[in-house]
């Protein structure tokens, strides 16, 4: 009795733990620098895409190593609206860049989802490596390799093209990113908490089974890989502006290993595992290179550690110490 008591108070005191997580990180552009602020800007970007991903991932079962084709379609959706097309409305390109995503997802997923484990990782690798050369040959389109620029956008109707390039970035469009992360955040633990979440959980843990109790396995995949690769757009739309260019290699494999890095280093099997695996990533990131140029090689040694040590990511590692604090209390 004791022990269910514990576990419902611990329970109780997650929302609260988030609100204040998020706060900090509200506030970061009050007490930490305008690079430290910018860091966290590329961080919210990157956690609302791999939220997505790890729908896909963590959830439905799949693995996925050519989703930065779905971020790399926010990002030039960003860059042709602002610089082509002369429609810098922040809130345009994010609905832009989500349906251009779903219809394409849609169609790609159509395929991949008939395939699992090995064959479907190198399915979507295909794709997103054949996307990449798309964006490489298209030279008069695209820019090539020299890629497009995107424009400092409207938000919410209002232009700041008067305000220096990183205290807007540090500042509004700091604000502007973590809102539409907390939002999507949100969104994305209503969708895993509801019957359409448990039913991936139940296609990733037994498909067959799953298949004889009525849910459509495929169906189920498809739609997850839609809404996963929306994510992933909204991510590349929100990370564009902050950087100023996109280039083909937003596309490359490795982007894509680096969402599976993060979800992996964060424990996938927690909803919050990739978030924090993200900004782990990010931030260490920054240190080890402005230490060593051979930082890849390092980033690789802590996915082995990780992979064989601690399976379950730092979430797993968090959840198995409040597991034992609970046994010994």
Not at 65 to 81: D, I, K, N, Q, S
Not at 222 to 241: C, E, H, Q, R, T
Request: net charge positive.
């Amino acid at each position: 009795m004791k022990n269910r008591q514990e576990i419902a108070r611990l329970k109780s005191l997650k929302l609260p733990l988030v609100i204040v997580i998020g706060l900090v990180l509200l506030c970061v552009p009050l007490f930490a620098g305008q690079f430290f602020s910018y860091l966290m800007l590329t961080f919210f970007a990157y956690a609302i895409t791999v939220i997505g991903f790890n729908l896909l991932f963590g959830y439905a079962g799949l693995l996925s190593f050519g989703h930065a084709l779905f971020m790399a379609v926010g990002a030039y959706t960003a860059a042709f609206l602002t610089s082509t097309f002369a429609l810098p409305y922040m809130e345009l390109i994010l609905v832009a860049a989500v349906i251009v995503s779903a219809i394409l997802a849609a169609l790609i997923g159509a395929l991949c989802v008939r395939y699992i484990k090995i064959y479907f990782a190198m399915l979507t690798l295909a794709f997103g490596m054949l996307f990449y050369t798309f964006l490489l040959k298209f030279y008069y389109l695209t820019g090539g390799d020299e890629g497009m620029r995107v424009l400092r956008p409207y938000l919410l109707g209002i232009d700041f093209s008067g305000t220096p390039k990183m205290q807007f970035l540090a500042g509004t469009y700091y604000i502007y990113a973590f809102v539409i992360l907390a939002i999507l955040t949100f969104v994305m633990w209503k969708i895993v908490s509801s019957p359409f979440g448990l039913c991936l959980k139940a296609i990733r843990d037994n498909p067959e089974k799953a298949e004889y109790l009525g849910v459509s396995v495929k169906k189920y995949r498809w739609y997850a890989f839609v809404i996963s690769a929306a994510y992933a757009a909204v991510g590349g739309a929100l990370l564009a502006p902050a950087v100023g260019q996109v280039d083909p290699g937003l596309t490359y494999w490795t982007q894509s290993g680096t969402l599976v890095f993060m979800s992996l280093l964060g424990g996938f099997d927690y909803f919050f595992g990739p978030l924090i695996g993200g900004i782990v990533y990010i931030l260490l990131q920054n240190s080890v290179m402005s230490l060593t140029s051979y930082w890849r090689f390092i980033f690789g040694a802590i996915l082995v550690f990780v992979v064989i040590v601690a399976p379950g990511g730092i979430a797993g590692v968090i959840g198995s110490l409040v597991k034992r604090r609970e046994r010994r209390d």
